[in-house]
């Protein structure tokens, strides 16, 4: 991958980030007074919001959410549009997503962390915070690993969640937050705007990587051709969009909780499918499901090879700690796109 034009001019930012002073009030808010914070972890890997799992000197612990821009890796490196809540793909960050999609899989008979307390007025903290349960059964990935005999029964599990999750009938395609607080959608199709967010991932490719930019017409091309092949389709359910064994938590019972559930979607079931069957590998299969539209999971595993490509390669143009990362995951995916066949 040409990293050549991905090189900031400007020094990176200096990011604060919390600790247990910071934490200290929220603490007491939420579980008293005579509460003290033994421990403060802040969890690797999101490039939204802070994570934060806490330890109090009695061994429990719960997880506070943090939206500040400290905690943001993609503040000015977003679309245009980013900040439009009536579009589907603006930024999956903030207190409102996150309540309106727990709600949203708690109705479906899904689950994500309960959450406990929630501020907006920023007197505890100077960002928009949430406080949830702490799930502390490990991921299923990790329990893949360690247990395969109990991963498959979790598989199960989250097979069945996911059955209720695509079988809801949705008002429309757009943001679930948005949509169910009484915003009115796009009015796009659910293949239409996932076509129109390849073409500007696409761009984001050929502006940084001169094989996409030879292949610019190619690509395009192909891209309108899988388009071209998706019928109309009247229902929509429920989509996480970015479910994997690592956004998958397991409960006290056994029970799969989902997690990253900000960009929760009204969406076609097609395009869960094509990022999990990325993502869970040799697991996918306990999660297929034969009833699918083969020409829409040939068009959005396109597609999304195309979002694969822009996104990285837009946020490793900030700051974020794993750059090297993101590239490598920009290089792999324009490799699968520009070798793509339906």
Known sequence: MDTEQLDTEQPPPRRSFADARALTPVVREV???????????????????????????????????????????????????????????????????????????????????RLLFTDRGRGLHPAELAVAEDVRGGTLQSLLDRDPAAGRRALAALAEVLRRMHAHRAPAFGRVAWLDSGGAPSGDSCE?????????????????????????????????????????????????????????LIGPDG????????GLLYADPEIEH??????????????????????????????????????????????FPDRQWMLETADHHLRQALAYRA
């Open 192 to 248: 239409r705007a996932y076509r129109d967010r390849a073409l500007v991932n696409l761009a984001t490719a050929v502006a940084h990587d001169p094989r996409a930019a030879a292949a610019e017409a190619d690509l395009t091309t192909k891209l309108h051709a899988l388009y071209a092949g998706v019928g109309p389709r009247a229902g929509l359910g429920v989509v996480h969009g970015e479910l994997c064994a690592d956004h998958t």
């Open 31 to 113: 579980f008293g007074t005579d509460r003290r914070i033994t421990a403060v972890d802040r969890l690797r890997g999101g490039t939204k919001k802070g994570v934060y799992r806490v330890v109090l000197d009695d061994a429990t612990s719960a997880v506070v959410y943090l939206w500040s821009a400290d905690e943001d890796y993609w503040s000015g490196l977003l679309p245009d549009g980013h900040d439009d809540p009536a579009n589907p793909f603006s930024h999956a960050s903030g207190l409102d997503l996150l309540e309106g999609a727990t709600r949203r899989l708690a109705a479906v008979g899904a689950r994500a962390p």
């Open 255 to 262: 029970e799969p909780v989902l997690i990253d559930v900000e």
């Open 274 to 319: 094509c990022w999990m069957r990325m993502r869970f590998g040799p697991h996918y299969g306990a999660l297929r499901d034969p009833g699918l539209d083969p020409r829409r999971l040939a068009f959005y595993r396109y597609a999304m090879h195309l979002d694969l490509v822009g996104g990285p390669l837009r946020i490793a143009a900030g700051d």
